[in-house]
């Protein structure tokens, strides 16, 4: 049985056309990206959801943290699929484990900047990486420049594009949290994974393409990109915003 959520469809591109072009950038110390595993077949994962919702108001929202809700998939043969879990998500969060030798995996489970946290402990200590810039072209394509502190010897850094939603409520008819009204807010609609190259002025760059044009409906949407070293999941600096 298919769910019988609350969202539908739009075509991205016509939403895209009605947006400026925008950029977003970090200072040279770093932007932490706060990561929640969850889903919404989960009965423990609400709560963490709200919290992370509660960020819309944080004064250090895109300036000092960048929010980010990848919904997994494992929870989808256990009596509600989730419309917004994507393999891609669940592969995410297992290589995480793995490259911390845990045997397992779990929602809610927050990372903040690369490691495994709650939000009653405290953060990391603060670096100074450099400076990313993520500029959004009105068509939805745009490109990623990360400019590091002190000279590098990297040959080319990994980064990801978001399209994140907000203010997204699903019903769920089935499963743990049956009879409920879910909010979402930093929900990951899409992600884009690049490649940045060295420039003749020494910063690292790629472009980015537009956003598939099905995506699902949100009340509304920000974009985020984070940089990190290659084949390490540990982001090293992030920025986004509001497009809309």
Known sequence: MKPNIVWSLLSFLSFA??????????????????????????????????????LK?????????VPIAFHITYWDDLGWPDPYAKPAFTTRQRNYATAW????????????????????????????????????????????TFTPIGASTAKFYEASVAVLGGDVFVKVRSGENAGRTLAHDFLA?????LRLTRTSSGVFSA?????????????????????SNPGDLTPLQATGGWID
């Open 17 to 54: 056309l009605n947006l400026p072009a925008q950029t977003f950038k970090s200072g040279p110390g770093s932007t932490a990206l706060i990561e929640l595993y969850t889903s919404e077949g989960c009965s423990s994962c609400p709560p963490a959801d709200h919290w992370l919702g509660e």
């Open 101 to 144: 030798n845990a045997r397992s995996v779990y929602t809610p489970e927050f990372i903040y900047q690369g490691r495994e946290w709650h939000p009653d402990r405290a953060t990391p200590p603060a670096s100074r990486p450099g400076i990313l810039v993520l500029q959004r072209n009105p068509d939805g394509s745009g490109m990623v």
């Open 189 to 193: 609609l899409n992600i884009a994974s």
């Open 57 to 65: 108001t944080a004064k250090n929202l895109w300036t000092e943290i």
């Open 207 to 227: 472009s980015f393409p537009p956003p598939p044009d099905d995506l699902p409906k949100a009340g509304r949407h920000a974009l985020a990109a984070w940089v």
